[in-house]
């Protein structure tokens, strides 16, 4: 179909090709947009979309069609043209108005950003953070378990028939009795085991996390050295815990209940050292991370996850295999492994009280809440540590009493208490956690060297099981989206490989064969 052009004043009919395709007609008026500024002097901004280009006028000059700032598309008229906001068009200098691109930064200026981003630093302090706590958390474990077996040979005095079998304790250290005044002279060298207090252990180490309120105001001293931030810093914790209906009476009773909860775990932690070696206590400590998931899933409603489940059935069936990983007629391992399973349990409850109680609590906030505790403790469990040495429940021979030991002891589980509660300010809480099981196998090296322990059989299966377990809890809820993105990534790797030539085609029988039982001539081969 042709089309009918008018001549004199009748209309013109579309061709089908114009419908198609429209085009403007020559007479047709040219779109323009026209951008003023009102805070700029001078003559708009004129922009137009006409078939011949798209130019640009200010101030008597004119931009070629293309210029940095403006965009249009001249084969497309319906569409209005973009102005890009990114680069905006200096209007007090015309001359300048199409800006360069931006320089693209060289290979060594990305490293260099890459480097000293805040992601880099927080992963190079994690790294730091994770070696501090498993040092930490490693040596203070060996050190109150050699100040178990420290023994110091003493002359002295018992009865002959004596029946020594009954004297020894729990670590297979001979305690003698104190000698009778109306029994002959034998004086003999025994060696008569030291220290043998698992609670005034754990009371002296309690004791030092009050240290966590003034390390806090010291650090806050030293970086904030105005003492009204100081005074605001305390007036906001204050008022924080009135906020939430939390009185005086409630904070102090709260704090008794949690001062018992750490009490308790960290006693029966303690007391499975006596006959565990250090690994093994560590590896079922390591456990707590399935009873906080457990705990966190009932009390604090959090998302169930499958895959957590596994890694709690792996604990316990490595808890179960310690506990008879030397029979069963030894009941002595089997009621200090339950001892250890139970602090670990014990942990886990106090960390989901603690949140469940607390909530999102500051820093200040937290290292108040240590703090009470510590002082609950020195003042409230004093009289028990008194009655538990005085009644012979616990033995402490002062004189002998390996003072360095107890003092790095309690520095090394306060750098461990203050990493795990405060080193989140610092690196991801990921870090934190992997300190705890890294420690494990740090741990068994050391047993293997100083102590000669062997790990194997149902040992070395459960203390496999149980970290096994540990980095299954890590695992992110959302899990399966990053298997999958692994299985796209991996499509999209293989699609942007070259493609292989196309084969020869058989002219005889126009097929091309790619199958292995045909050949290319389309025969079965």
Known sequence: MDVDSESGGGQRRPSIATIFNPRRSRGAPRPSVVVTDEDTPGPPLHLSNGAGGLTTRAAGHALPQGSAGVSGNSTTPLRSPSINMASPINHSNPDSASSAPQPQLSRCQKIKKAIFSTTTRKLLVGIVVTGCVTTSWVGATHIIKDMFQATVPILTKFPLTANLTNLTTSSGITVLPAPHPNLPDNPTRVPIQVFDAPFFLTWFCTAWTGLFFPLYLL????????????????????????????????????????????????????????????????????????????????????????????????????????????????????????????????????????????????????????????????????????????????????????????????????????????????????????????AVPVSAALDMEWYGVKFEGMKLAGIVMIVCGFFLVLFPGNWPEYITMLLRWGRRRKRNQPRQPPEPVDYRTGLISRSHLRSPSGLIR
């Open 219 to 438: 650090c806050h001293s030293c970086l904030r050295r105005d003492k009204s931030s100081l005074r605001t810093t305390l007036k906001g914790i204050a008022t924080n815990f009135r906020d939430r209906g939390v009185t005086f009476g409630k904070f102090l009773s709260r704090c008794c209940l949690f001062c018992l909860l750490w009490v308790a775990a960290n006693y029966m932690y303690v007391c499975a050292l006596r006959v565990l070696d250090c690994t093994d206590v560590m590896a079922l400590y390591s456990s707590h991370v399935a009873f906080v998931y457990l705990l966190s899933w009932v009390i604090l409603h959090d998302q169930f996850v499958g895959v957590r489940i596994v890694a709690v059935i792996l604990c316990n069936t490595g808890i179960a295999l310690l506990a008879y990983m030397d029979g069963i007629i030894r009941t002595e391992t089997l009621g200090n492994v339950v001892l250890a399973a139970a602090a670990a349990a014990g942990s886990a409850t106090y960390k989901v009280l603690f949140k469940k109680v607390v909530g999102e609590a500051s820093f200040g906030q937290v290292s108040l809440f240590f703090t009470v505790i510590a002082l609950v403790n020195t003042i409230m469990l004093s009289p028990v540590v008194a009655a538990l040495y005085l009644f012979g429940y616990e033995v402490i021979i002062w004189e002998y009493l390996p003072w360095h030991h107890l003092l790095v002891a309690a520095a090394l589980s306060l750098a461990a208490n203050l990493l795990g509660n405060f080193g989140i300010a610092f690196t991801f809480e990921i870090f934190i956690t992997l300190g705890l099981v890294f």
